[in-house]
T-cell receptor, first 117, second 112 residues
Framework: GAVVSQHPSWVICKSGTSVKIECRSL??????MFWYRQFPKQSLMLMAT?????????EQGVEKDKFLINHASLTLSTLTVTSAHPEDSSFYIC?????????????FGPGTRLTVT | SQQGEEDPQALSIQEGENATMNCSYK?????LQWYRQNSGRGLVHLIL?????REKHSGRLRVTLDTSKKSSSLLITASRAADTASYFC????????????FGTGTRLQVTL
């Protein structure tokens, strides 16, 4: 149980185009999902917190107009990188909050590698 | 930045040896977790230790937590080549709605 998927697992796009990444909780409902970005050989940095049915909360320094987040249902959140630039190339990882026994835990997706050429 | 720090940044040991990595954080925590990440892959949850716990074991893993020093350590005993990966600590803090703050990570290389 508690599986989170991401699609696509990798994507290459040209500068100026937009890319959408999906994050799904497959066997549980997640009212809260998180989006992280990870540059090579670096740690994960939280970009935003996504709550179902409401606007995402972005971390300081993250452009909300560039990284559009939609959490339309209890099992799906999407991250759209708009007008992508090469510096947006990174590994994007989502996580979903789910009930595991008596407590809520974060379950991580396998990540999406974005390369902008 | 609230990001925690881990040391060492990189660690190379031989199979069978123990590996110890340390994590320090800045503000009071609810829980501290350790994750493993193989190159280019997602995160694998290893262990969670709560702020009122001091030590926890899981198989070959031993985690300690010292809240007075705001630090934690992860010990992997009898390491195997398959343990080669990056290891991250992650903390969630009082009043931050379950957001995780990740440490800088330790890259562990276990050689035969």
């Amino acid at each position: 149980g508690a599986v989170v998927s991401q699609h696509p697992s990798w994507v290459i796009c040209k500068s100026g185009t937009s890319v959408k990444i999906e994050c799904r909780s497959l066997d549980f409902q997640a009212t809260t999902m998180f989006w992280y970005r990870q540059f090579p050989k670096q740690s994960l940095m939280l970009m935003a917190t996504s709550n179902e049915g409401s606007k995402a909360t972005y971390e300081q320094g993250v452009e909300k107009d560039k990284f559009l987040i939609n959490h339309a249902s209890l099992t799906l959140s999407t991250l759209t990188v708009t007008s992508a630039h090469p510096e947006d190339s990174s590994f994007y990882i989502c996580s979903a909050m789910g009930l595991a026994g008596p407590t809520y835990e974060q379950y991580f997706g396998p990540g999406t590698r974005l390369t902008v050429t | 930045s609230q990001q925690g720090e881990e040391d060492p940044q990189a660690l190379s040991i031989q199979e069978g040896e123990n590996a110890t990595m340390n994590c320090s954080y800045k503000t009071s925590i609810n829980n501290l977790q350790w994750y493993r990440q193989n190159s280019g892959r997602g995160l694998v949850h290893l262990i969670l230790i709560r702020s009122n716990e001091r030590e926890k074991h899981s198989g070959r893993l031993r985690v300690t937590l010292d809240t007075s020093k705001k630090s934690s350590s992860l010990l992997i005993t009898a390491s195997r080549a398959a343990d080669t990966a990056s290891y991250f600590c992650a903390t969630d803090h009082t009043g931050t709605a379950s957001k995780l703050t990740f440490g800088t990570g330790t890259r562990l290389q276990v050689t035969l």
